[in-house]
């Protein structure tokens, strides 16, 4: 069967992109770069999103999947509301991921009992939020804290 010519899709920035060899477009970046994937539980979502980050973002998280993947092995991981979700089967969400254009906002949705606390409160007051910036380096020794205290705690059952 003969291959269909590839077709294109628009980035963020509105320059055309062409689709992968499957002809499938890539993600539609959101605002904030943030990529639009399909709901889906598993890694390959997950893995999809990452992908699909603009620049520094995706190197980014390639290091925070890793990372997370270390601290809790058998971590449970969705893409929901096109953002990764990392969770703990039978207690719920612990974490999740999303861009905007200048950080990537890491939420830790019992954060108020984390120690020590993520810097950036929220509405809700369980929640903590930690901002992932450009250039800025990343305390993983910190985060892997942070992530291992969360995934101990009851998660959110969004």
Not at 44 to 61: D, H, R
Not at 132 to 140: A, F, L, T, V
Request: charged share 25%; aromatic share 10%; glycine share 10%.
């Amino acid at each position: 069967m003969k291959e269909a010519p590839a077709a294109s899709a628009k980035n963020a920035s509105g320059k055309s992109t062409k689709a992968d060899k499957d002809g499938a477009a890539p993600p539609k970046l959101l605002s904030g770069g943030n990529p639009q994937i399909a709901k889906g539980y598993g890694d390959a979502p997950v893995q999809a999103y990452i992908a699909a980050l603009p620049a520094w973002k995706s190197e980014a998280g390639r290091r925070l999947d890793a990372l997370i993947e270390r601290t809790v092995p058998g971590v449970q991981k969705a893409v929901k509301w096109n953002s990764p979700l990392y969770g703990v089967e039978g207690q719920g969400w612990f974490l999740s991921v999303h861009c905007f254009n200048r950080y990537i906002k890491l939420t830790f949705f019992r954060g108020a009992s984390l120690d020590p606390l993520p810097p950036v409160e929220s509405k809700d007051s369980n929640t903590r939020y930690f901002h992932i910036r450009e250039g800025e380096p990343i305390d993983e020794e910190r985060v892997a804290r942070w992530v291992r205290q969360a995934a101990a705690l009851p998660g959110w059952a969004g």
